[in-house]
Nanobody, 128 residues
Framework: QVQLVESGGGFVQAGGSLRLSCAASGGTFSRYAMGWFRQAPGKGREFVAAISWGGGRVHYIDSVKGRFTISRDNAKNTVYLQMNSLKPEDTAVYSC?????????????????????WGQGTQVTVSS
């Protein structure tokens, strides 16, 4: 059973930065594509970014391109989300997720249903 634990959330002023981490255990992290999703109050879960198992393919939602960077360290079983130039509309609970199925293809998915394992989430609050 794969377990994912996020950390690094917090309160920051607009224009500030945060770095989220997601530590994985209980599985073969290096074979999983990883994604970050967020959910703001009263809204549905939204895709933010994803990275393939080897790190060679990444994908971002348009609203975070140029501001957020997803990366991974397979030796540390950890995926990161560096968030710069934060905006109040980035306020949400951020969750990481793991997809075991795309190892052979190297694709990354943007829909929550493609991910099998989820962390509990970490709150990010950006004040204006």
């Amino acid at each position: 059973q794969v377990q994912l634990v996020e950390s690094g959330g917090g309160f920051v002023q607009a224009g500030g930065s945060l770095r989220l981490s997601c530590a994985a255990s209980g599985g073969t992290f290096s074979r999983y594509a990883m994604g970050w999703f967020r959910q703001a109050p009263g809204k549905g879960r939204e895709f933010v970014a994803a990275i393939s198992w080897g790190g060679g393919r990444v994908h971002y939602i348009d609203s975070v391109k140029g501001r957020f960077t997803i990366s991974r360290d397979n030796a540390k079983n950890t995926v990161y989300l560096q968030m710069n130039s934060l905006k109040p509309e980035d306020t949400a609970v951020y969750s990481c997720a793991a997809d075991r199925t795309s190892y052979d293809t190297g694709v990354v998915y943007t829909t929550p249903d493609e991910y099998e394992y989820w962390g509990q989430g970490t709150q990010v609050t950006v004040s204006s």
